[in-house]
C-alpha cells in the first residue's frame, strides 16, 4: 500500500458531544477525520462542518457498528478518500440500563454487538489496513471504569465494555511492534451519553479529585497516547481517582 499526504484518523462514534470533541481535537492536531455516526444525521453533519474548519478534506459516514456489512461499507468508502489509516478511535458505544433478572435476549445483542462485537470488528478491519504501512500506527479504544466495577442493573453494558479491555490487550500483543493498541476508561464525564441514568448516587462523594470529569480530561489522555511511541497493551483510568472506591 502507498501512503501519501498528512496522517488520518478513523473514528466511530463522534457525533456526540464528547466524541465531537475528540475529533476535534484530532483534526487540531494535524489529522484529517474520518468519522461514522447512526442515529442523528443532523448532528452528525454539524460536527462535519466543525471538523471541516479544521481539516477541510474530512468525510463520514453513516455506520450502524453491531453490523459487520456497515463496517465493511464503511472502511470502503474510507479507502475511497485515504490511503492511509494512522489512528482509530473506536467510540461507537450503547449504555442503557438493564435488570439482571429481566435481561432481554434483544437488549444483550443490543448493548453487547454494538460495544464489543462492532469494536472487535472495527479494531479487525483497521489492523489490516496498518500492518501493511512502513510506519506506526495507533488504535484507541473508549471503554469505562465500569468494567472493573460491580454495578448493578448494567450487565450486559460492563460486560461489553470488559471484553473491549481485553480485546485491547490482545491486539496489543498480536500488532506489536507495528501498532500501539490502548484503552481510555473515562469515569462520570460531564457530557458523556447516558450518564444521568449512572447507578450511584452522590457521585462526588466518590470521587477524590471533587468533580465530574471534562471531555478535556479524555482529549488530554488521547493526545497522550498519539504521541507516546512506548506504551500499548493499557487501560488509562480518566476518573479523578473513582476507581478507587
Same mark, same amino acid.
Given at each position: 500500500m502507498s501512503v501519501t499526504g498528512k496522517k488520518v484518523c478513523f473514528m466511530t462514534g463522534a457525533s456526540g458531544k464528547l466524541g465531537r470533541e475528540i475529533a476535534l481535537s484530532v483534526a487540531g492536531q494535524g489529522y484529517s477525520i474520518f468519522f461514522t455516526w447512526f442515529s442523528s444525521e443532523q448532528k452528525a453533519q454539524e460536527t462535519l462542518e466543525q471538523i471541516r474548519w479544521v481539516s477541510p478534506e474530512s468525510q463520514m459516514v453513516r455506520c450502524d457498528v453491531s453490523k459487520t456489512a456497515d463496517i465493511k461499507h464503511a472502511f470502503s468508502e474510507f479507502g475511497r478518500h485515504f490511503d492511509r489509516l !494512522?489512528?482509530?478511535?473506536?467510540?461507537?458505544?450503547?449504555?442503557?440500563? /438493564? !435488570?439482571?433478572?429481566?435481561?432481554?435476549?434483544?437488549?444483550? !445483542?443490543?448493548?453487547?454487538?454494538?460495544?464489543l462485537k462492532g469494536t472487535f470488528f472495527t479494531m479487525q478491519a483497521a489492523a489490516r489496513m496498518m500492518l501493511n504501512q512502513p510506519f506506526l500506527s495507533r488504535i484507541i479504544t473508549m471503554t469505562d471504569i465500569s468494567a472493573g466495577l460491580v454495578w448493578r442493573n448494567f450487565a450486559p453494558y460492563t460486560v461489553s465494555k470488559a471484553g473491549v479491555q481485553h480485546l485491547t490487550r490482545i491486539f496489543?500483543?498480536?500488532?506489536?511492534?507495528?501498532?500501539?493498541?490502548?484503552? +481510555?476508561?473515562?469515569?462520570?464525564?460531564?457530557e458523556?451519553?447516558?450518564?444521568?441514568?449512572?447507578?450511584? /448516587?452522590?457521585?462526588?462523594?466518590? +470521587?477524590?479529585?471533587?468533580?465530574?470529569? !471534562?471531555?478535556?480530561?479524555?482529549?488530554?489522555? +488521547?493526545?497522550?497516547?498519539?504521541?507516546?511511541?512506548? +506504551?500499548?497493551g493499557q487501560v488509562i483510568n480518566v476518573d479523578g481517582g473513582r476507581i478507587l472506591y
Open positions: !494512522d489512528l482509530l478511535v473506536a467510540s461507537a458505544s450503547n449504555f442503557f440500563r /438493564t !435488570d439482571l433478572l429481566e435481561v432481554t435476549e434483544q437488549q444483550w !445483542d443490543s448493548l453487547v454487538d454494538t460495544n496489543a500483543r498480536e500488532t506489536a511492534p507495528r501498532i500501539l493498541v490502548n484503552s +481510555i476508561a473515562p469515569g462520570t464525564v460531564s458523556y451519553p447516558g450518564r444521568e441514568a449512572e447507578p450511584e /448516587t452522590d457521585l462526588l462523594e466518590k +470521587i477524590p479529585l471533587q468533580r465530574l470529569g !471534562d471531555p478535556m480530561d479524555i482529549v488530554g489522555a +488521547i493526545r497522550f497516547l498519539m504521541e507516546s511511541e512506548y +506504551i500499548t
